[in-house]
């Protein structure tokens, strides 16, 4: 049974970081692609980065360059580590595991003016 457990949300002023980690449990986690989607209230679900079994990375233009998303084969987490955030990166913060099209629970993260 795949399951995901996200963590690492909260409330960070403009300019801070936030990390965010998601442990994977069930499945073959070094095989599979995962990746990090956020949505606001009312709006899609959008991709924010992606990273494949082999490490391969794509990240959405919006956070090119302040995000990293990174993979712990032996822990079977994958993180989010995000700097220089912005009111607008305030969502709910969700983790995908590509190969089993499974979602986390999602993490809220909000960043003040």
């Known amino acids: 049974q795949v399951q995901l457990v996200e963590s690492g949300g909260g409330l960070v002023q403009a300019g801070g970081s936030l990390r965010l980690s998601c442990a994977a449990s069930g499945g073959t986690f070094s095989r599979s692609g995962m990746a990090w989607y956020r949505q606001v209230p009312g709006k899609q679900r959008t991709l924010v980065a992606v990273?494949?079994?082999?490490?391969?990375?794509n990240y959405a233009d919006s956070v090119k360059g302040r995000f990293t998303i990174s993979r712990d084969n032996a822990k079977s987490t994958v993180s989010l580590q995000m700097n220089s955030l912005l009111p607008e990166d305030t969502a709910v913060y969700y983790c995908?595991?590509?190969?089993?099209?499974?979602w986390g629970q999602g993490t809220q993260v909000t960043v003040s003016s």
């Open positions: 990273i494949s079994s082999g490490g391969t990375t």
């Open positions: 995908f595991y590509i190969q089993y099209t499974y």
